[in-house]
């Protein structure tokens, strides 16, 4: 339907793209006569009115013209151009469109006069060049015309003599210099620079009569013919590259084409009209032929002879049809239906005195016009996109290359997180907390960041006091004085003397009196001799008079507290005491009486004394700490804060240091939020900390300002957790919107891992999703993907892409002590330190204590041999390959290094001390039988020889059990001697020759028949207790049973191991532990094909249930504890990078002795679940 109808039968033309608001000039057409017959010609300009919902459009210029025009156009670049109009007098007229929108005279630029020779049919202007036109009049006559100089213009090459009107000209879009015209049925092409016609286009098959043409505004050799002929009514689409024949032919009117118009925004959209009364809008782009028209205007039942498309809107099109009426459409649909009334009355007003209906007939009510594909204009030319993580998407038509940049809108917010991010990577923030002291603008910033950094230093309640302005020892100096410090000599003063004393062979006399004697008095002060001390005798002190005054006054109580105490009614004597405020007396008996009496009377006391300091004293005495802060002056704030510092412990601290900063913020006065903020400092809560933040900074949105309180939240984070009490960031609902909101600015600006650090321990909705795109934006597999892909698929998952450069599996950075070198007992040199082996798959049998027996024994087998240790039970089977810690592989077998159990039941006082002895070059010394001493079954590991210092008959580090009789050896030590099987990192046999180990090998046939020694352990066992580690020396050996014989003893036979006793579930709190730990590892097993890799995992197991026994027990202490639970988190967040990092902090930093049994393995099932790519 149409948007806008003017009445007048005219040509039209829209104005430039660079005019707002639209006009429309309509100038009278030549070739058509309205109604009325009128022969006068106007050229008109018409507002175009789009903000009006209605059919009318507003005239803003009308002027009257020589002639009748045949062609109307408007171009220029400059102001509102010029209209150029060819009229049927032969002559161009050029108006300033400028001056006729202002209604100004003088808007005629010029005109032409007698160079054409008849009507001017058709006219275009150059749009690469606006000042050049193009005119074609009749007798094939073609002129180019400048618009600045009109006197002269020029040809496009040679005219033909064909007689015929040239009908349409029209300038190529693309290239400058040529023209197309057609006349007597034919397009002749011109090359203006050559000056002369390069093609003449005839169709011979169709014989298609051209009429119209209009130039592709893409492809710049491509064109289109229209012919006004009935037998033709088509188009074609022709390329004068391949002009043989048309590329394309658009059938689907049924008369002639009377014009077309090829839309410039689009090429895609070609518009022509006909005498069929329809106008059809083509694509000729399209590959199927009949399905080239893309919609149909509306049919009014006339003739449309002129077509327009809109410059700036290309979705409006101007019609002009034989009816007298100019019609405005759109595309894209809508409009209005037209005023049928007004036609009818303006045919009843042509024939006055004639009978009307009453009723109006009305027509059919046209459709909207519909395309069927949107147009090109609608395409952005060129686009940008913020993508997640501040990445800026930008491209253009111009190129097909997509660019993406990096935009940092807060430089110095990403700045100063590198700088947090740094300090926190620092094993200690104290330096960092000064100079954010020192560099703090108010000085409420200066002392928060002090309080801050108290946290890091050994004894931070001292700290806190001092930056309070207390001191412990402030008031006991000004009640005892120092004593004044005796003034001595300078070194250098004493050291000139001394020489003098040298040189003067030990003489004074080169002294002045004064000097001698100040060396003297010198001498004298730093003489501490005790002999010179004079002790005083003791002075006997008489004891003073008692008096038993038991007679009742009036006015006093002493009668009766004298009865009172006469009878031992020690309660009525302190209650007479207390009412005759006797305090001193009272207190004094009840002290004497009891803790009960003693309480209630110091509670009275308290209540009767005036003053200040009662109530105090009170709350001290009775460790009621709380009054103080709940009822002390706001103002005293700092002097109840140091009261809880000094009294309180740990966890009643934290409890009022949090009330009293709730006192200090509910009162809303502006000089207490800080003070608030420094007790909840003090206490370590976080959550309200941020909250009385907020209310001191509300503008949160400021980077800097939120940057600063996430510096106080992960330093305080850090010093809670180096306290022994970490705290998850994520759980307070304050604190973690904080969290995710920097994370999120951060994101903004490209810190995608720095922003993912601060969400590895999310547990809120928010930070998890927030957390997850960020692990998608850097590749990381995400924790929730990998627990779907493990539900659904049981069997072994297969990584599918490179692991992240963020997890990749990083060096060892904990090792389990080790005895670092082997001390050789005799002197000579020490190896250098070897690699620890790797922990063995077996686990020793367990040392079975037994009730003491007389020697010999009695359990029915052969006495003890000499040289021959009992071996450890150890599982059958074949030995498997064992994985060692730093991926090297070690053939199994029966470890020879089985720890000593000899050993746990010694003093503290005598374990982890080095040997300090050597044996006598004799031989190994002798040590006489205990007979006090009960007998034991030997241990488990092997024995060493006894030191030679060794007193007779005192037992090794305390309990140690001895052997009862001491024969001389019969057989070497074992360093001596060959037939013991060694390790592969034991120094060999000290004899100088193969022979002394023949005769030696011969002397004891029975020791090749042994069974072999296990090797000692180096490194903790999986599953064993925990044991002391420290060098034993070598026990004796040759100790024999009853008899008379050497050497005739039989070893005892190796108990039987006790069925492993039930272990008992995890503590509450630990159960998490265990639960992460065992899945994770169970994971790893399902999801791992090689076989060396799943024995380390089942040595992992072995290792971690000494933690669950140690959980169990309660052994561990707070800060071990702490990072354990810190890992277990980073673990269930899928960060194992963060929970390495914990690993080596708390490695570092905690007691080495209590988790060096399975820190490592932890830190193996890390790695190993980062190669496997396995996430909980």
Not at 655 to 677: D, K, V
Not at 1077 to 1106: F, M, P, T, W
């Amino acid at each position: 339907m149409k948007v806008k109808e003017i009445n007048q039968m005219a040509n039209v033309a829209w104005s430039p793209a660079s005019v707002y608001p639209l006009y429309l000039a309509c100038g009278t057409a030549a070739q058509q006569l309205d109604a009325s017959l009128n022969t006068n010609s106007t050229l008109n300009i018409y507002n175009a009115n789009l903000g009006q919902a209605n059919l009318e459009t507003k005239l803003a210029v009308s002027v009257e013209t020589p002639g009748r025009f045949h062609a109307l156009d408007w171009t220029g670049d400059q102001g509102s151009g010029v209209i150029i109009g060819g009229c049927d007098n032969g002559v161009l007229y050029v108006y300033d469109a400028n001056k006729l929108i202002a209604n100004q005279p003088e808007h005629l630029l010029g005109s032409t006069e007698s160079h054409h020779s008849g009507p001017i049919f058709s006219l275009s202007s150059n749009p690469l060049k606006s000042n050049l036109v193009a005119t074609g009049s009749v007798d094939c006559d073609l002129l180019i015309w400048d618009v600045n100089n009109l006197s002269s213009p020029m040809t496009p090459g040679k005219k033909a003599n064909l007689g015929a009107n040239v009908t349409c000209v029209q300038f190529n879009r693309q290239a400058e210099h040529i023209l197309a015209s057609t006349y007597a049925g034919h397009c002749v092409i011109w090359d203006l620079k050559k000056s002369a016609s390069i093609i003449s286009i005839v169709d011979s098959v169709s014989r298609m009569k051209a009429k119209s043409i209009s130039w592709n505004p893409d492809v710049a050799t491509q064109l289109l013919l229209a012919s006004d002929d009935d037998a033709t009514p088509m188009a074609q689409v022709w390329d004068l590259r391949y002009a043989n024949a048309p590329l394309k032919t658009l059938e689907g009117h049924q008369r002639g084409i009377l014009a077309t118009a090829w839309c410039v925004q689009d090429s895609s959209l070609l518009m022509t009209a006909a005498k069929d009364n329809k106008i059809f809008v083509w694509n000729p782009d399209c590959g199927e032929r009949g399905s080239e028209i893309v919609c149909e205007f509306p049919s009014y039942n006339q003739w449309s002879f002129n077509l327009d498309w809109c410059k700036r809107d290309p979705s409006l099109v101007a019609t002009s049809s034989v009816d007298g009426t100019v019609s405005v459409y759109s595309i894209l649909g809508g409009g209005l239906p037209p005023t049928q009334a007004d036609k009818f009355s303006a045919i009843a007003d042509s024939f006055p005195g004639m009978e009307m209906p009453a009723v109006v007939p009305q027509g059919a009510t046209p459709q909207p016009i519909q395309v069927k594909n949107p147009p090109k204009w609608f395409r952005r030319p060129s686009g940008a996109n913020f993508s997640f993580g501040g990445r800026l998407v930008s491209w253009n038509k111009q190129s097909r290359a997509v660019a993406i940049s990096q935009v940092v809108t807060e430089e110095k917010l990403v700045e100063r997180s590198v700088q947090l991010e740094n300090a926190l990577s620092q094993s200690q923030l104290g330096p960092y907390c000064q100079a954010k002291a020192e560099a703090a603008a108010k000085p409420s910033d200066q002392v928060l960041w002090k309080f801050i950094g108290a946290n890091f230093e050994t004894a931070p309640r001292t700290h806190y006091m001092s930056l309070l302005g207390y001191n412990s020892s402030q008031v006991s100096d000004k009640v005892r004085p120092p004593a004044p410090v005796a003034d001595g000599i300078a070194a250098e003063v004493l050291a000139d003397k001394m020489e003098n004393l040298g040189t003067n062979d030990g003489s004074t006399s080169s002294l002045d009196p004064s000097e001698q004697f100040e060396m003297i008095a010198s001498a004298q002060s730093f003489d501490k001799t005790p002999e010179l001390e004079e002790i005083e005798p003791e002075v006997e002190t008489k004891p003073s008079k008692v008096e038993l005054n038991v007679e009742e006054t009036s006015g006093s109580n002493e009668g009766l507290i004298t009865q009172a105490l006469l009878v031992g009614d020690l309660e009525s004597a302190v209650e007479l005491c207390v009412k005759d405020k006797h305090f001193t007396h009272a207190l004094t008996l009840a002290a004497h009486a009891g803790q009960e009496l003693y309480a209630k009377t110091r509670d009275s006391v308290l209540k009767q004394v005036d003053g200040s300091l009662a109530p105090l004293i009170g709350a001290v005495v009775r460790g009621d700490l709380t009054s103080i802060t709940t009822s002390c002056n706001l103002g005293n704030w700092k002097e109840a804060l140091v009261a809880a510092l000094t009294y309180c412990e740990d966890a009643q601290f934290i409890a009022l240091a949090e009330n009293l900063g709730e006192r200090l913020e509910a009162s809303n006065i502006g000089e207490y939020i800080p003070s608030a903020m420094i007790c909840y400092v003090c206490a370590g809560s976080l959550e309200k900390f941020v909250s009385c933040w907020s209310k001191m900074q509300p503008n949160l949105s400021n980077p800097n300002e939120l940057q600063d309180l996430v510096e106080i939240i992960m330093v305080l984070q850090r010093s809670l957790a180096a306290a022994g009490r970490p705290v998850n960031l994520s759980e307070g609902s304050t604190v973690s919107s904080l969290l995710c909101q920097y994370a999120s600015l951060l994101a903004a600006q490209g810190a995608l891992n720095t922003a993912v650090s601060y969400l590895n321990s999310a547990t809120q909705g928010e930070m998890i999703e927030l957390r997850d795109r960020l692990y998608r934006a850097l590749g990381y597999q995400t924790g929730r993907t990998n627990q779907q892909v493990h539900n659904v698929v049981p069997q072994p998952s297969f990584r599918q892409t490179p692991t992240p450069q963020g997890y990749q599996s990083q060096p060892s950075q904990f090792t389990p002590s080790v005895q670092a070198q082997q001390r050789n007992i005799y002197g000579e040199p020490t190896a250098p330190p070897q690699a620890a082996p790797a922990p063995s798959l077996f686990t020793p049998a367990p040392h079975v204590s037994q009730p003491p027996v007389p020697n010999p024994p009695t359990f029915g087998v052969p006495p003890l041999t000499p040289m021959q240790p009992t071996m450890a039970a150890v599982p059958s089977g074949p030995p498997p390959t064992v994985v060692g810690h730093t991926g090297g592989l070690r053939r199994g077998g029966t470890n020879r290094y089985v720890s000593d159990t000899s050993c746990l039941n010694q003093p503290p006082s005598m374990q982890n001390q080095p040997p300090s002895f050597m044996p006598p070059p004799g031989g190994p010394a002798q040590v006489p039988p205990n007979p006090s001493l009960p007998s034991a079954p030997a241990p488990t590991g092997p024995q060493f020889f006894t030191p030679a210092s060794q007193a007779p008959g005192a037992p090794m580090y305390g309990s140690q059990p001895q052997m009862q009789q001491p024969p001389p050896p019969t057989k070497p030590p074992a360093a001596y001697d060959s037939s013991v099987p060694r390790g592969w990192n034991d120094p060999p046999p000290l004899s100088g020759s193969r022979k002394a180990k023949q005769q030696q090998q011969q002397q004891l046939p029975q020791a090749s028949e042994a069974p072999k020694v296990p090797e000692p352990i180096m490194c903790p066992v999986p599953g064993a207790p925990e044991q002391p580690r420290q060098f034993m020396g070598f026990q004796q050996y040759g100790a024999e049973a009853s008899g008379p014989a050497v050497g005739a003893a039989a070893p005892v036979a190796t108990p039987a191991a006790p069925e492993p006793a039930s272990k008992g579930p995890l503590p509450a709190e630990h159960q998490i532990v265990q639960h992460v730990l065992n899945e994770i590892r169970e994971r790893c097993l399902a999801a791992c094909q090689n076989q060396q890799v799943k024995q380390r995992l089942d040595d992992i197991g072995r290792r971690l249930e000494v933690l669950f026994d140690k959980l169990r027990a309660g052994q561990l202490g707070s800060f071990t504890l702490g990072g354990v639970h810190q890992i277990i988190e980073a673990m269930k967040s899928g960060d194992y990078q963060s929970a390495l990092q914990i690993h080596g902090q708390t490695v570092a930093k905690g007691n080495f002795s209590e988790m060096s049994q399975f820190m490592p393995a932890i830190k193996m099932l890390l790695q190993t679940c980062m190669q496997l790519q396995v996430f909980l």
